[in-house]
């Protein structure tokens, strides 16, 4: 829920709005992932998610960047999507059986995450590309592809653990 709502009457408010959404998901990520980190027993994982954590911090400044050069703030709306998905992932990471069938579920509830983020930043990217924001519909697409970056290590890791988590 938003912490303040601001009128929908253009796209730029639009636009706005789900800057400070995915501004607030990051957030939330940069908390979430050290317990997923410390969870997750499989070295690759462990280490991708590491990454990942550094890319997210990285991204949260680009969105700094934009809310700058708007003169916006960036917060002011709470994510409730990410919640939810964040939400799972610590259920997951929390419970007992397999090391692998647990990094198999983090896994699962990573490219959840992952996926959300591409469907708003591709949208965002798109806002800027059609109120003719060049620039940061770059620096957008930037996060876009660290986002789909992510997704594919994800995946290939997924590949090892998920055999590992069927054998046990």
Known sequence: MALFSMDLNSLRDLFIDELRDLYDAENQITEALPKLIEKTTYPQLKSALQEHLQVTRGQIRRLEQIFSRLNEKPT??????????????????????????????????????????????GTVRTYADLLGEKEF????????DEEKEADVKLTEIAKTINVQAKAA
């Open 76 to 121: 002011g709306e709470s994510c409730k999507g990410m919640k939810g998905l964040i939400k799972e992932g610590d259920d997951m990471a929390s419970r007992d059986g397999s090391e692998a069938a647990i990094d198999a579920g983090i896994i699962s509830a990573a490219q959840r995450v992952e996926h959300y983020e591409m469907a708003g930043y």
């Open 137 to 144: 519909a770059n620096l957008l697409q930037q996060t876009l």
